[in-house]
């Protein structure tokens, strides 16, 4: 980074930069949290703006949800806030984050971050992040969040979503609502009678009584494995 730096200001004339990292690194630890966010999320702005159309359905962005974990220094602040794995002795672990990024399929620069302790399931986080995405945004997700939950509430906020079909969920294409095409077709889901422990009681009684997905099967070549892939979307139009 001092490298970087000392190189932007030769070329703009502005004078020398001191080469050492030490005034760099205490000046790194006073930064605000708030504004890191805030240069985070113009970054990804102007990446976006920079790449084009590339990455969009039909005019529409989408954005990308997945989650992760990272270790963090061992200190009893970050102990108490984000405790270690189970199964590790006292002292024998770090203290881990778990932390779902928001990017964009297009340039691929993420422009928010929600965080977590490694306890909270992955669709508890993507629930902090709903205000986040904006109406048109296409999300597209993994298995772990195609859940009746997203399916149903994204929609009445404008987003559609994307998603992996989750392993637990059968599919036979002869009971579908519509069929739309070979492996192709239109479902109706219904919501459960247990109400979800992400959602607020508002929510949940929000939540449409039931929705229409389009499930969506095929064999895929991913990473040189045959795949049969299955997706679920709320994009029912299959021309669009």
């Not at 006073?30 to 790449?51: F, H, K």
């Not at 205000?131 to 404008?158: E, I, N, S, W």
């Not at 990473?223 to 979307?233: K, Y």
Request: glycine residues 8%; contains cysteine; aromatic residues 8%.
């Amino acid at each position: 980074v001092v490298r970087a730096v000392q190189g932007l200001f030769q070329s703009q004339g502005w004078g020398p930069v001191d080469e050492h990292a030490s005034p760099y690194i205490q000046a790194r630890q006073r930064l605000p949290e708030a504004r890191l966010a805030q240069a985070l999320q113009i970054t990804a702005q102007v990446a976006n703006r920079r790449v084009g159309a590339q990455g969009y359905i039909r005019g529409r962005p989408v954005k990308v949800a997945d989650s992760s974990t990272v270790q963090l220094p061992d200190t009893l602040e970050n102990q108490a806030l984000y405790p270690q794995a189970p199964g590790q002795k006292p002292g024998c672990g770090f203290p881990l984050l778990k932390f779902l990024p928001i990017f964009s399929l297009s340039s691929g620069a993420i422009s928010h971050v929600v965080t977590a302790d490694w306890k909270n399931h992955d669709s508890r986080l993507l629930h902090q992040a709903w205000d986040l995405l904006q109406k048109g945004d296409v999300l597209l997700v993994d298995r772990a969040f195609g859940d009746y939950v997203l399916l149903g509430t994204m929609p009445q906020r404008g987003v559609d979503v994307l998603a992996r079909l989750h392993g637990a969920r059968k599919v036979d294409f002869g009971r579908a609502q519509q069929r739309l095409g070979r492996n192709d077709a239109l479902f109706e889901l219904r919501k459960g009678y247990q109400p979800s422990n992400i959602l607020t009681a508002q929510e949940w009684a929000q939540l449409p009584e039931q929705i229409t997905v389009r499930i969506i099967r095929f064999v895929a070549q991913i990473r040189g494995r045959t795949l049969r892939v299955t997706l679920v979307t709320t994009l029912l139009d299959p021309v669009l």
